[in-house]
């Protein structure tokens, strides 16, 4: 069966600071890949999604970039946090062939940035 | 542009009650719908969906929802309210765009609280 992990689960960090975030799904191959933050435990905004290996499609320009360096990992990344940066950040990913329209969500990571 | 509301932030229900949770959409062309869950600091949970076919569609945990065309309504139930049922209910869509891989647009979320 498909799993897919996200880590850190927390993390707090300073303004200013880098920041990445790791996403892998385990159980398959070539899945679509999203990144989504939630605010203020309310609606998702979706920020990237990936249908391959270094095929980024950006959603809402922002100071935050992903990447995908291996078929199953999916990375979100900051140079420079700001303060409107917190919040929970989800990574969801769809097959690559057959349903791809229900995504899967990974358990989240909390970003607090001080 | 495609878009979802749930017109409630908050739905309390007794326990053993019915509920029922409303989202309605704009999509042009054939929807594709779905409901997740959330509980507290936790990821979307995969609940049900409408592709085609049968209006009403059974998901997990005992929910149903009923897909209405001409009202453009998704609006998610359950027979028989658990207080485990307590959490937070997203609806969201996406249009059918032939296998692509487009995101799914949200609506904010409806608190469901079940009362014992």
């Known amino acids: 069966s498909q799993t897919i992990h996200q880590w850190p689960a927390t993390l707090v960090q300073p303004v200013g600071s880098p920041l990445s975030l790791e996403c892998t799904v385990e159980?398959?191959?070539?899945?679509?890949l999203y990144w989504y933050r939630q605010a203020a435990g309310r609606g998702l905004q979706l920020l990237f999604y990936?249908?391959?290996?270094?095929?980024i499609s950006s959603e809402v320009p922002q100071n935050l970039s992903a990447s995908r360096p291996q078929d199953r990992q999916f990375i979100l990344s900051s140079k420079k946090l700001l303060l409107s940066d917190s919040g929970f950040y989800l990574c969801?990913?769809?097959?690559?062939?057959?349903?791809?329209?229900?995504?899967?969500f990974g358990p989240g990571t909390r970003l607090l940035v001080l | 542009a495609q878009s979802v509301a749930q017109p409630e932030d908050q739905v309390n229900v007794a326990e053993g009650n019915p509920l029922t949770v409303k989202c309605t959409y704009s999509?042009?062309?054939?929807?594709?719908l779905f409901w997740y869950v959330q509980y507290p600091n936790r990821g979307l949970q995969f609940l049900l969906k409408y592709i085609t076919g049968d209006n009403l569609v059974k998901g997990s945990y005992g929910f149903e929802a009923e897909f209405n065309k001409s009202q453009t309504s998704f609006h998610l139930k359950k027979p028989s309210a658990l207080v485990s049922d307590s959490a937070l209910y997203f609806c969201a869509v996406s249009k059918y765009s032939g296998g692509g891989a487009d995101g799914l647009t949200f609506g904010k979320g409806t608190h469901l609280i079940i009362q014992p």
């Open positions: 999509v042009s062309g054939n929807p594709y």
């Open positions: 990936s249908v391959g290996i270094g095929q």
């Open positions: 969801a990913w769809t097959p690559g062939t057959g349903d791809q329209e229900t995504q899967y």
């Open positions: 159980g398959t191959s070539n899945p679509n």
